[in-house]
């Protein structure tokens, strides 16, 4: 399984970010799909997952509301839609897959990450 991400940039403070994230060498319908990110001197931390059983959507608190994951299983890929981005949502983006359908916050598979700055 490979995972390449793309869409990280510099974006200012109340704007919007579009990240994807492509699956190839196995059947994209069979893994679970999430985000997690890692700001500078931080520990990672999820983001947000989206299940292969069912298509349900997990969320971290801080970023409920402004981001959204979603699938597409005819393109292999994973987005994540940002929004009202914060100087806090600075971080390296990292896209993963499990082959799970319940979150455990155990992921088999990891890009190589996109850095997403955002100015104040």
């Known amino acids: 399984v490979q995972l390449v991400e793309f869409g990280g940039g510099l974006v200012q403070a109340g704007g919007s970010l579009r990240l994807s994230c492509r699956l190839s060498g196995r059947p994209f319908r069979k893994y679970s799909m999430g985000w997690l990110r890692q700001a500078p001197g931080k520990e990672r931390e999820f983001v947000a997952r989206?299940?292969?059983?069912?298509?349900?959507?997990t969320y971290a608190d801080s970023v409920k509301g402004r981001f959204t994951i979603s699938r597409d299983s005819a393109e292999n890929t994973v987005y994540l839609q940002m929004s009202r981005l914060t100087p806090e949502d600075t971080a390296i983006y990292y896209c993963a897959a499990d082959h799970r359908g319940p979150h455990t916050g155990e992921y088999d598979y990891w890009g190589q990450g996109t850095k997403v700055t955002v100015s104040s």
């Open positions: 989206a299940s292969w059983l069912g298509g349900t959507t």
